[in-house]
């Protein structure tokens, strides 16, 4: 038994994950750009995960762009068979770091083949079409590049579809497309806009996936999470991330990092389990 599998697993796909997974994206260069600044502890990082029991990589070909992929490839190729890599399609680097919008259907199918060559595998495992804003989901249909996606689907290049950044309205409009199999969205102890549709999915059997476990907490915010921490002997990142895992079943979680002490503590928090009087706290925080 691995030390992440504590959090138990969970249906993703066709495959059953361990809920503590890895997110790729700060394997690539600052900003997200370019190439890392030590591409062997990002290799080692990547092994250590993978040795650690992590069957769940998040990544996309528009990190770096296409460094963070090679760099999988590199240190995992041939993968191994419980290995479930998640990518994300809807947006291309500008030459000056830019993130720049992509959902034709042209669009997606070349990012899709980008993420195919560097990963090195003939089919993607999960797809998740990113949508919505850098402040978050935006309303408007989705129709045509899910659409795009369900019939790259259908010709054999993705098992399953996922989206990210997206309202409980799109999904919903998804669905009536192409089964949907995970969201990934941003939620946390603080930003919990999402708490229907995480109940409202859990019940159907959809995974969610939060991104920015620490994203927009307040100074004062986070100085009681550090004392919450610290009354633990855990980090802060320990506590928010096993709030995530006591918050609902389906939530899978996809901590990032270039460190390989970093990324021991984040796989130990699936061992972190809050006391009920320190859950009702954190909630406190969320409600301020």
Not at 49 to 61: N, R
Not at 140 to 149: D, K, N, R
Not at 156 to 182: D, F, K, M
Not at 199 to 205: K, L, S
Request: aromatic share 6%.
């Amino acid at each position: 038994m691995t030390l992440i599998s504590a959090a138990g697993r969970f249906r993703l796909g066709d495959r059953d994950v361990n809920r503590m997974g890895y997110g790729a994206m700060q394997l690539a260069g600052p900003g997200v750009f370019g190439p890392p600044r030590d591409r062997s502890e990002a290799i080692a990082v990547l092994r250590a995960a993978v040795a650690a029991g992590v069957d769940h990589i998040d990544t996309s070909d528009y990190y770096g762009p296409h460094v963070t992929n090679q760099i999988i490839r590199e240190a995992l190729h041939p993968y191994p068979d419980e290995l479930t890599i998640v990518t994300k399609l809807g947006a291309v680097r500008g030459a000056d770091a830019s993130w720049i919008p992509a959902r034709t259907p042209a669009d997606l199918a070349a990012g899709l083949r980008d993420n195919l060559r560097n990963l090195g595998v003939e089919a993607m495992d999960v797809v998740n079409l990113r949508v919505g804003g850098m402040l978050g989901p935006e309303e408007g249909s989705i129709e045509p590049a899910f659409t795009a996606l369900a019939e790259l689907q259908r010709q054999g290049l993705i098992r399953h579809l996922g989206l990210s950044n997206v309202t409980l309205g799109q999904l919903e409009e998804a669905e009536r497309i192409a089964p949907v199999v995970c969201i990934q969205n941003m939620y946390n102890i603080v930003h919990r806009n999402d708490d229907a549709m995480i109940d409202a999915i859990a019940e159907g059997g959809i995974a969610y996936v939060p991104f920015f476990p620490l994203g927009g907490f307040s100074p004062i915010q986070s100085a009681r999470l550090e004392s919450l921490a610290a009354d633990l002997e855990a980090t802060q990142m320990q506590v928010a991330l096993a709030w995530l895992l006591q918050r609902s079943r389906n939530i899978l979680l996809i901590p990032g990092t270039s460190s390989l002490d970093h990324l021991a503590e984040n796989l130990a928090a699936a061992t972190l389990d809050l006391p009920f009087d320190v859950v009702v706290e954190l909630d406190a925080i969320g409600a301020e």
